[in-house]
């Protein structure tokens, strides 16, 4: 049998939860413990389709993962920022608009946020294939370089404290480990922004713009931002892990009209007259144009975009 090497990671101390009073979302909490069974899966089908369609955006608990599994994702996931020298970095940047995907390190400063202020966010991506590129020698264990790239007062100022805008996630659904430092805010069905919650060990999970398109409006894209932190907590890194699902390349991003949900309910969204992109359409488009042109200013206060064809709008 072949025997899985697990090899040891320096600890990623994760920052303690905030003390500030937020105005959190008010997102369903599933608990996952029932899959196990047929009348439990049921029922959980049901939750899930309440919580998709009502928010878009939930946290799953009994998942799978215990503390210890997940405490080990993020050690695992710091080592690509904390482990690799700069120089090495270089040699692992995704090529954005070569290739239309994330593949690699992202760049700070890479998108523009507002008022000329670039962003601060920092990525380390790697498809679910893992051989499909290369990567740092990450458990080569050297002394990395601290490096701090605080934004300036000002720049939090012209920026108006926000690190990502307002968006939908292009994939289908994103999975995000909840994390302690506060910064994740959805948009929600009032017009106001609220914070979400950390949960210990919960997973966020949320729909993207793939959901939305193939199940024809049933399932809204969500839309969230990440701004600045508390007080509290703004002398801590913010080390998050994501899995970013997508339909595979080729698959036409048209509604499932012979789903039988689609049926009873109709489709309440569809590309009238436009070509439904594909995956790989959709996600070349929005990689390649996602902080890096001139979005157009609408009445409502929102900016957009138009991406093959379909508008795309960024919310402040
Ligand atoms: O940092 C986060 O919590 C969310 C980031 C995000 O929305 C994204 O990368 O699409
Ligand atoms: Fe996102």
Known sequence: MPVLITPQTPHYVPASGTNTELQYADLPIIDLAGIGTLEGRLALAQQVRDAMTSHGFFCAINHGYNSSQTERIFDIADIPFSRV??????MYVSKINETGTYQGYKPRQFWHIDGGVRDEVEHYNINRDVTRSQHPKILRPFLPEIEDYPRSEEQEMKAKNVWLKGHTDFGTITILYSQPVAALQILTK???????????????????????FLSGGFYRATIHRVVQ??????????????????????VKLAPLTESPVLQRVGVSKSFDGINPPTMKEWRKGRTTSYGQVELKPTENGTEEEIVNGVVVKHYN
């Open 190 to 212: 009032d017009g106001t922004w609220k914070w979400v919650k950390h949960i210990e060990n919960g997973l966020v999970i949320n729909a993207g713009d793939g959901l939305e």
């Open 229 to 250: 932190p508390p007080e509290d907590q703004r002398n801590h890194t913010r080390l998050g892990v994501f899995y970013f699902c997508m339909a595979d390349d080729d």
């Open 85 to 90: 020298e700069d120089q090495e970095k270089r």
